[in-house]
């Protein structure tokens, strides 16, 4: 089972014109203004120890990079 199974089912996927990839880690899906892709970010288990094991964990450690960019409608880009 794809775990996009559990978020949205099967027949709503369909339904939507969605594309799940599960090794990509992936769901694309149209939109008015072009196409949704949804990204599976899964941290290395060093690095997940480490963000445990560390005291203090710097500012600038983010869970996304800097130059992501979202438009959820196209009348409110903002």
Do not use: W
């Amino acid at each position: 089972l794809s775990p996009y199974n559990g978020i949205i089912g099967r027949p709503e996927i369909r339904e939507i014109q969605a594309v799940p990839s599960t090794a990509h880690e992936m769901f694309k899906f149209p939109v008015d203004g072009g196409i949704v892709t949804i990204r599976s970010i899964i941290l290395i288990h060093a690095e997940c120890t480490t963000v445990i094991t560390s005291s203090a964990v710097s500012k600038k450690v983010g869970a996304r990079p800097e130059n992501f960019k979202v438009a959820l409608h196209p009348d409110f880009p903002d």
